[in-house]
């Protein structure tokens, strides 16, 4: 069983439509993650949150929205996707330096 | 800038067989190391990290990886493979930050198993 929890499993969504992903861990940890995995490719770093804090950005498109709104919890709001946004998305979470990064089982997003 | 190489895009076995993924990574200090394995359609699970110390990391699921300096190589090994370990294989070279550390992920190995 996975200790990084993310909601839906599964999300269809329209171009126009705004849809929320969560993610939520129990385990203390003070720094999560978002990445996006296409099929048949390795993990891409999106965003990091650090003590609450947006830590790196990499250069992701504005459409999508990181929040942390406490230590446990981590969203990613999304608007306006395009059909090539259509991926699993993975949230993680640290415990701290150099420590391994604890994956959920994902979202897996279609963009119609 | 570290960098990570999984030379082999698939790899077949029969069951029971030993097997070994290869991983070569690029990195200019001493290495954070870790092999993830992930299922169809299932988030990554951690098999096994290097920080420092004994060069041969122990796992779960009854794997093991060593560290070689000299030849830049993490490779994961299995003395006899079974058919729940199909799956997909991603060594991974993290930079320690002061959250965790920045991971940057090898192409993967996808592992079949043959009865």
């Known amino acids: 069983d996975t200790e990084v929890t993310q909601t839906p499993k599964h999300l269809v969504m329209g171009m126009t439509n705004k849809k929320s992903l969560k993610c939520e861990q129990h385990?203390?940890?003070?720094?999560m993650y978002w990445y996006k995995q296409k099929a048949k490719k390795p993990p891409e770093l999106m965003f990091v949150?650090?003590?609450?804090?947006?830590?790196i950005n990499e250069s992701v498109p504005s459409r999508f929205s990181p929040e942390c709104p406490n230590s446990s919890l981590l969203n990613l709001h999304l608007h306006a996707l395009q059909p090539e946004d259509s991926a699993l998305y993975l949230c993680?979470?640290?415990?701290?330096?150099?420590?391994?990064?604890?994956f959920g089982d994902g979202t897996r997003l279609s963009i119609l | 800038a570290q960098s990570v190489t999984q030379p082999d895009i698939h790899i077949t076995v029969s069951e029971g067989a030993s097997l070994e993924l290869r991983c070569n990574y690029s990195?200019?200090?001493?290495?954070?190391l870790f092999w993830y394995v992930q299922s169809p359609g299932q988030g990554l699970q951690l098999l096994l990290k290097?920080?420092?110390?004994?060069?041969l990391v122990q796992g779960i699921k009854g794997f093991e990886a060593e560290f070689k300096r000299s030849q830049s190589s993490f490779n994961l090994r299995k003395p006899s493979v079974h058919w729940s370990d199909a799956a997909e294989y991603f060594c991974?070279?993290?930079?320690?930050?002061?959250?965790?550390?920045?991971?940057?992920f090898g192409a993967g190995t996808i592992l079949r198993v043959k009865s």
């Open positions: 990195y200019g200090a001493t290495p954070y």
């Open positions: 993680a979470s640290s415990l701290g330096v150099g420590q391994p990064q604890h």
């Open positions: 949150y650090s003590y609450e804090k947006l830590s």
């Open positions: 385990m203390g940890h003070r720094a």
């Open positions: 290097y920080f420092s110390g004994d060069t």
């Open positions: 991974a070279v993290g930079r320690p930050m002061e959250y965790g550390n920045k991971l940057v």
